[in-house]
Each structure stands twice: as C-alpha cells, then as structure tokens.
C-alpha cells in the first residue's frame, strides 16, 4: 500500500494528488490519499479529506512508501517507523505555502542523505523514484522515538542542520 498524504496546510497541493493520480493505475499498489483541502478528487485512488494522527501513523505503519509533502510531522514518523518516504515539497511560488521553509527542508534531508528519505522538486520525477524505491522492497531499521520531552531538542538540531 501507498499513502500519500499533504498534510494539513489549508492550502491545496493539487500537483502532488494530481501526478499519484495519475500514475495509481501503473501499480502493484493500493494508493491512499490524504488530500486535505485540495478540491481535486481523485479519480484512479482511494481519498480522504483528513485523518486523525493515529489513523495516520496505522497508515505509515502499514504503507511500502509514503508520499508526502515535506511536513516535520510526517518524516518522523516514517524515520521513526523506518517507512520508506518520498518528498515532494510544497512551494510559495505555486501558492502551495506560505514560504518556501519545505524546500529548506527537502535540501537539508538531501545534505544528510537520510536513509529511506527521497526527495523530488518536480512531479514529474515521482514516477521514476517511486518505482525505484518499490523496487527496493526493503524498510530501513526504526530510529526511536526521541519522545514529546525530547521534541524541542529534535526541532533545534534540526535547525540548527537546515541553517548551516
């Protein structure tokens, strides 16, 4: 199973449930998609507006990949989970954010070569790396859970890694 999810910006992420969309039927997997706001329906995947968080981590869980935009939440709980993640960040250009802090994010993940953490700055690049990444078949091991008393901690280093 895939998930894809956008997060909960009120702003849609039309390009990223577009492109799932269209490349659904192409797959092995069942796609699940979290579209927020978005007005696109999709059309070839199963959709949802919202979920609740333990909804969402039983998805992580379960899923062979998550694709995502590049929320802090969301990429802890796959490294946490050692879910294979694919990042397509959402930009203030295409009115997807208010700023352009998830390419920040995006680059600092690709700086640190994350395991299982792909990043993509064009849709069209989601085919290729998805398949790649399927291909693969293999989930990394967990890293632990730092906790909600250590979280502030994580959100420093983390940073402190995007500023440097």
Do not use: W
């Not at 390009?15 to 797959?27: H, Y």
């Amino acid at each position: 199973m895939i998930y894809v999810t956008v997060g909960n910006d009120f702003r849609p992420f039309d390009r990223l449930l577009k492109k799932m969309d269209e490349v659904a039927p192409s797959l092995s997997e069942r796609v699940f998609i979290q579209k927020g706001y978005s007005a696109y329906s999709p059309r070839n995947a199963s959709s949802f507006d919202f979920v609740s968080m333990e909804d969402a981590t039983e998805y992580i869980l379960k899923a062979r990949v998550v694709v995502s935009h590049a929320g802090i939440g969301t990429i802890i709980l796959c490294r946490q989970y050692g879910t294979p993640l694919l990042i397509l960040p959402r930009r203030k250009t295409l009115g997807e954010h208010m700023n352009d802090h998830q390419m920040e994010i995006a680059r600092a993940l690709e700086r640190k070569e994350a395991e299982q953490i792909h990043v993509v700055y064009e849709e069209e690049q989601i085919d290729e790396t998805l398949l790649k990444i399927l291909n693969r078949g293999q989930r990394s091991l967990p890293v632990p859970n730092p906790g909600k008393t250590n979280l502030l901690k994580v959100l420093r280093q983390f940073i402190d890694t995007v500023a440097s």
